[in-house]
């Protein structure tokens, strides 16, 4: 155990959050739900907030909310995706059935997601989030799933002659 990768925990795969799972259906749009956790999480209230979103974003970045996700502009796709940075964004709510404005910037679904996954004690909401990630090779480790110092280790020491090649890494 003290050998292996501090990321993965020495299994070489992480779960990542993956777009096409995010947006299964390209040709629906972002009024018919095209990002699909959004539509999933939650009960009403929350469906309505994550529209709401949705919305804001669409507005900020000139896409229509009835056009497919496909056709959107590249620029409206990222931001929704990965968040505006330091941009603000408009969003509009209803709290008590009086319409409410913030202006805030848009952190984007999938950092939404991951912190929800990371932050998240219900078991339940993880297991939800699990549906939209896929297995990725650890990044830290390239899937070898030791810690750096342990793939510095090199078994043999002898090089073949006219090679700088030295002994095997441990990892294979």
Not at 41 to 48: P, W
Not at 87 to 101: L, T
Request: glycine share 12%; net charge positive.
């Amino acid at each position: 155990p003290k050998g292996a990768c501090p990321v993965c925990h020495g299994l070489g795969q992480k779960m990542v959050l993956d777009p096409a799972l995010i947006v299964p259906a390209e040709t629906k749009t972002l009024e018919d739900g095209a990002i699909q956790p959004y539509r999933r999480m939650g009960g009403k209230k929350m469906a309505g907030y994550y529209k709401g979103l949705i919305k804001g974003v669409a507005q900020h970045c000139g896409a229509p909310m009835d056009r497919p996700w496909k056709e959107l502009p590249e620029a409206a796709r990222r931001a929704l995706m990965h968040g505006t940075g330091t941009d603000e964004v408009d969003f509009w709510f209803v709290s008590g059935g009086v319409p409410k404005k913030t202006r805030k910037p848009f952190e984007g679904v999938l950092p939404n997601l991951e912190r929800l996954y990371a932050e998240s004690e219900s078991e339940f909401t993880r297991n939800r989030l699990k549906a939209y990630m896929t297995l990725q090779p650890c990044d830290a480790c390239g899937g070898r799933r030791l810690r750096p110092e342990m793939l510095a280790v090199t078994l043999g020491h002898e090089r073949l002659p006219g090679t700088q090649e030295p002994g095997r890494s441990i990892a294979g």
